[in-house]
């Protein structure tokens, strides 16, 4: 049984991500948002998880997404772990990953957020 | 045919006070393990270990564990087993230990060979622990039958006992 992870050739992965929550009134800020993922990694990664290093470029606190930067090795496990998540302080809640490139130039624009004038 | 390797991690207890025997059992053993693991690789840890990892073989006198693992997780098991700092006592408490690795094998025989090497090799240095001459010479007579090679019978240590 051999195991072949790919690591990719990418040094960096930049992911854009939305944290949703059920009470949908509810926002948090920059630092609450890096512990939800934090804690995420912990409870599926344990310490190690928790210990890889994950940047948040930007932040965006009304909408609550996020452009993460992380090792192309730990991409996979970050993803893992923030799909698996449904619980933060008690409050239902989940990831909605939207983007996923090796380059942050990628993200600047996604045909499926596009406003398409219409006539009305 | 496919065949599930595994791996065993020879491992030292290694308690404050060597001379303390502590009730030291496979369970309290395995269960450290499965902790430490889980607290370092977390729910992904316990699911790479559930499956094949076991504690085979324990010994409290010579302080020796053999730990199970599967083949493709020991690099994550040799890294996790040196964060081991406690064992429960079974009575609600905690006493401090540590696994020291010695040696890691294919299957249990090879592990026994090299764990009855290990032990003529250590044999020695409990002699210079002894405090009194009755136990060194008991400990000099352990050696000697264990090192020697009878091959007819020895008459001088019949007479002894």
């Known amino acids: ?120 | 045919m496919v065949r599930f390797k595994h791996r065993y991690v020879l491992a030292e207890l290694v308690f404050g006070n060597d001379l303390l025997v502590y009730n030291v059992t496979q369970r309290v053993v395995y269960a450290a393990v499965r902790d430490i693991i889980e607290q370092l690789h977390g729910g992904y840890g316990i699911g790479l270990f559930t499956p094949g990892m076991s504690v085979k073989y324990i010994n409290e006198y010579t302080r020796m564990v053999m730990v199970r693992c599967r083949r493709e997780n020991l690099k994550i098991l040799a890294s996790a087993i040196p964060f081991i700092k406690h064992l429960p006592d079974g009575k609600g408490g905690q006493f401090p230990c540590f696994l020291r690795t010695l040696h890691v094998g294919g299957s249990i025989k090879a592990c026994q060979k090299w764990l009855v090497q290990h032990n003529r090799q250590v044999l020695p240095t409990l002699l210079l622990r002894c405090t009194s001459e009755e136990e060194k010479s008991r400990m000099r007579k352990s050696i000697f039958d264990s090192t020697i090679v009878k091959e007819e019978p020895w008459t001088e240590g019949k007479n002894d006992t």
């Open chain 1, 1 to 120: 049984m051999k195991r072949i992870v790919s690591k990719g050739d990418a040094p960096y992965y930049y992911l854009k991500v939305l944290l949703e929550f059920e009470d949908k009134t509810m926002t948090v800020d920059v630092l609450t948002f890096r512990t939800v993922i934090m804690k995420a990694m912990m409870s599926m990664y344990g310490e190690i998880g928790a210990a890889v290093p994950i940047d948040i470029l930007k932040y965006d606190v009304e909408t609550m997404s996020a452009i993460l930067r992380v090792a192309g090795s730990n991409m996979v496990k970050l993803w893992g772990a923030l799909t698996m998540l449904s619980y933060y302080d008690e409050k239902p809640c989940a990831f909605r990953v939207e983007q996923v490139s090796p380059f942050l130039m990628a993200l600047a624009a996604s045909s499926r957020q596009l406003l398409l004038h219409t006539k009305e």
